[in-house]
């Protein structure tokens, strides 16, 4: 905070002592310059705790201590000194606590006490756990139907704390679980399973040791995982091709000064990341995608023409896939001339992209959210699995199919039983374990627990973690709905947002993290996690827990579930949280794949979940792995406006989701501020603008509901055509609802069709706070980087 408004090119590498620098500073307004040193030295060790930041693997469970910028940046945020008491809520009314900012209320620090929202003061009180686990459960019984009610996870709950939630919820009789999984990879969760018989990726962390080239859609691993730029820098240095496809040409994909390279560290040098950084249009990844396939058939019928060997692996295309016809048949009838428009990448770019994974033995193919946060975002995925099949690229060494997850645990929540459909396993696996029957039918997801929320039937909304009012498009419309809840219940860490966006009646429960220590009637407990490769391991903290009135996750789950299910459940509650080994062994029964569990997290390191995609088993209807063709190439439904930009919306550096580390993001060069409009010189020009000047951002909506945010500083910067970026959650109102994927119903926060105005005089209606104007800033020359772009056709004027 307090750090000057301002926009400067960030010329240095990222990583290096910029990085190190930005950690002390981290640590040192949480208070903990030494305490915070020392916990980092626990983090992904054999006997320490998993990092509460990223889901990317770290090798290091079994060794030394690896530096990572925001790994360090989210433990310094959990295990800070500062403390939000009942004392703070006392001297501090709720509405007066709406108007803060998300950076000043998680700074206030980690929540000490259960609260309950009292109406007459409008403050939040102390309240014993006891009355709000009954307050809870006299909620939740009072509910006509068990689907009044909505669970929501968020990814950073450990496997035991969302396997008992799972557990108390289809008991009570929903599977209501909206989750985080909802807004982000949900379309690898759906579109992979079609297409390779798994939803989650088929590599390793060695496999990056043997990959010739590597490819990355939609993705900043120098801010969202970093720990993932060692494996980069490390593939790059001995000389693997890097090829990345980015509306913004991210410095971490460009290049990377390793600290932990002393070499590097000490000449300040760096290594090239990419080989080539592709600024593809928001939305245009999917053209990308069929432009190299088209590329690689081409360069294969003329490898056959002329008896060359041939680009396709015929071997593996024949034995293990289904659907190959259909998809030439499509790539044949797809023209360049479209796939350029689509792209904003010229032919040749697409070739030469096309190339190096032509002449690569073994590819891998990463990708996050600007794939999956696209109307079109499950196909987008299918297409990722279709560039892989046609070489074979999927269950060899050096290879494989990549998504990199976001929360630490998030897709350990989701093999442990957090989805909104159960399977038939589940629900046999269940009835085994513990001899009820869950529920059957669906249960809502993000969208549909929204929709009942504007409705009105649902009534009870209770949250694991996360900071659902801020995450969720179209927030401004949905915050109102929240409102005219019965019950709102966050099991939390820090004061946010959806705390102050309560229900009629309102709960704060105040839980351990990862990095305490959690001791239940048999002893210390340590939890487990599954990382983005399925790596399974325990993770257990080693500091004293922030407040002596803090209980662990699974501590206050089994607390609401006995106050709610009483006397009649059939589940152990008080003996699962004495020990969580019993926890474990619970989960083995309705997962059979986690068999020896207890035995196999007290190796260092973990165990690995079988992929049976790995394997080259295709767990699919055709029993092989699908081609599935994308017809068309619009990402996104059509704009005809002319004016129309393409917003996507993203993350800081200096953010964890909806937590805010500071106002700044360094590697793009903004200082102190958050509320700007990254839009290139053509687009400013287009409209009149200039850098620095103030904009209206208006959403073009088929709903005729107005949705607008006001006052954004416009900065200028290098983008292709037809697309602006805005920071997350900040650009949420514009996300309409209604825009989703059909398939997975992942929001489209990655392409929402804006115009962008010069802000209108700033009115009492403002959705943002005033701030006037500034000179507009000076701007050096970019840096030369390997970076292209072709501009030629912008999608929005197609
Ligand atoms: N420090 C830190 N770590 C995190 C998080 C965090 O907020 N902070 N969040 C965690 C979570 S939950 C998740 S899901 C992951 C998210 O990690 P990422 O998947 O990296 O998420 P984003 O920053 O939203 O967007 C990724 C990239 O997509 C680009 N992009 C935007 N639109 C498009 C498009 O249409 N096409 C292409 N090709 N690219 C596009 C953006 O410029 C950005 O570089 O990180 C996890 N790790
Ligand atoms: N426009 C736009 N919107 C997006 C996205 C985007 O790219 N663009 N990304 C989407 C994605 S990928 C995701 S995953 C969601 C994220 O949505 P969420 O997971 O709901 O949000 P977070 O910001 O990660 O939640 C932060 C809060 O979690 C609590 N917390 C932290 N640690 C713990 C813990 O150990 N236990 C418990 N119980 N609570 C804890 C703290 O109180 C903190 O305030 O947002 C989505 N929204
Ligand atoms: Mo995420």
Redesign the pocket.
């Known amino acids: 905070m307090g750090k000057k408004k301002v926009i400067r090119i960030y010329s240095d590498p990222a990583g290096g002592w910029g990085a190190l620098k930005a950690t002390g500073e981290a640590l040192t307004l949480q208070g903990i310059p030494v305490s915070g040193a020392k916990t980092l030295l626990h983090m992904n060790q054999p006997q320490g705790f998993d990092c509460p ?3 990317w693997p770290d090798p290091k469970h079994t060794s030394s201590f690896e530096f990572c910028e ?1 790994g360090a ?2 433990v310094a945020w959990e295990a800070t000194v500062n403390r939000c008491t009942p004392e703070f809520f006392a001297a501090h009314s709720v509405s007066e606590l709406a108007a803060w900012d998300d950076y000043d209320l998680e700074m206030v620090g980690r929540l000490t006490h259960p609260m309950v929202y009292d109406r007459a003061s409008d403050r939040y009180l102390p309240i014993s756990w006891d009355d709000a686990f009954a307050l809870v459960g006299r909620h939740l019984n009072a509910l006509e139907h068990p689907d009044q009610a909505d669970f929501y996870t968020s ?1 950073r709950a450990s496997n035991e704390a969302a396997f008992l939630y799972q557990i108390f919820v289809r008991e009570f009789g929903s599977n209501n679980f909206p989750d ?1 999984s909802n807004m ?2 949900e379309a690898t969760s759906v579109g992979l399973p079609q297409s390779i018989g798994v939803g989650k990726g088929t590599v390793l962390l060695e496999d990056f040791e043997h990959a010739d080239a590597i490819f990355i ?5 120098g ?4 720990r993932m730029m060692s494996d980069l820098h490390s593939a790059s240095r001995r000389g693997a091709k890097i090829v990345s ?4 040409r ?1 410095r971490a994909l460009e290049r990377f000064a390793s600290p932990q390279n002393p070499v590097e560290m000490a000449t300040l040098g760096y290594t090239p990341i990419s080989t080539f950084l592709y600024q ?6 999917v053209a990308v995608l069929k432009g190299m396939m088209k590329a690689i058939v081409e360069a294969d019928d003329a490898a056959l023409a002329a008896d060359r060997p041939r680009i396709l692996d015929i071997e593996f295309i024949e034995g293990h896939t289904h659907g190959i016809d259909a998809l030439l048949d499509d790539l044949r009838v797809t023209s360049w001339d479209d796939i350029e428009r689509y792209s904003g990448l010229s032919r040749a770019d697409i070739e030469n992209a096309a190339h190096i994974y032509m002449q690569a033995d073994n590819a891998i193919l990463v990708y ?4 999956t ?2 109307h079109r975002g499950t196909e987008n995925v299918q297409q990722i699995a279709n560039l892989a099949l046609l070489r074979g690229n999927v269950g060899r060494p050096g290879a494989g199919i990549c998504p ?4 630490s645990n ?1 897709q350990g929540n989701r093999t442990v039983g957090i989805t909104e459909k159960p399977s038939k396993e589940l629900i046999e696996g269940i009835e085994r374990a513990f001899g009820f029957r869950a529920p059957g039918h669906h249960g809502r997801d993000v969208i549909a627990t929204l929709e009942a929320m504007m409705r009105g039937d649902a009534k009870v909304f209770i949250a694991l973690g996360g900071n659902f009012a801020a995450a969720i498009p179209d927030w401004v419309r949905m915050q109102e709905a929240i409102r005219k809840l019965e019950l709102t219940a966050h099991i939390a860490t820090k004061l946010n947002r959806s705390h102050l966006v309560h229900g009629k009646e309102a709960l704060i429960l105040p839980c351990l993290g990862r990095t305490e220590i959690d001791i239940q009637a048999e002893g210390p407990q340590s939890i487990t996690v599954e990382d983005s490769m399925s790596m399974v391991h325990a993770s257990g903290g080693r500091n004293e827990p922030a407040s002596p009135h803090l209980k662990s996750e699974p501590a206050i789950v089994a607390g609401i579930a006995r106050a709610t299910l009483g006397e009649q459940s059939r589940v152990p509650w008080e003996a699962m949280v004495a020990n969580y080994d019993r926890i474990r062994d619970a989960i083995e029964i309705v997962y059979p794949i986690f068999q020896a569990y207890n035995e196999r997290i007290r190796v260092p390191g973990g165990f690995h979940l079988a992929s049976t995609a790995r394997e080259r088993v295709w767990a699919t209807p055709t029993g092989r792995a699908n081609f599935l063709v994308f017809n068309g190439l619009d ?1 996104d439904p059509l704009q005809s406006d002319p004016d129309a930009l ?1 917003l ?4 800081s ?1 200096d ?3 909806t937590t805010l580390y500071s106002h700044s993001d360094r590697y793009r060069g903004v200082f102190g501020q958050r509320d700007v409009v990254f839009m290139n010189q053509r687009e400013l020009h287009k409209r009149n603008l200039h850098p620095g000047e103030r904009v209206d951002i208006v959403a073009i909506s088929t709903d005729r509901i107005e949705r607008v945010i006001r006052s954004f500083k416009v900065v200028e910067y290098s983008l292709p055509d037809g697309c602006c ?1 805005a920071y ?1 959650p900040e650009a949420n109102p514009l996300v309409p609802l209604y825009a989703f994927d059909p398939q997975s119903r992942t929001p489209s ?3 929402v069709p804006v115009k962008v105005v010069r802000a209108a005089a700033v009115g009492p209606d403002s959705a943002t706070r005033a701030i006037p104007v500034e000179p507009a800033p000076q701007r050096e020359e970019s840096p030369p980087c390997l970076t292209t772009y072709s501009t030629c056709r912008a999608r929005s004027s197609r």
């Open positions: 930041g990223c889901a925001n940046k989210a990814g985080c982000c990879h859609f939609g993705q900043n691993p801010t969202n995982s970093p496809f980015n509306p913004f991210e593809v249009q928001v939305g245009g990844d996050g959210m600007g794939l946060q696209h990199v997850r976001g929360h998030v990402e393409w996507t919306t993203m993350r550096h953010q964890y989701n970026g997350y926060y990655k392409s």
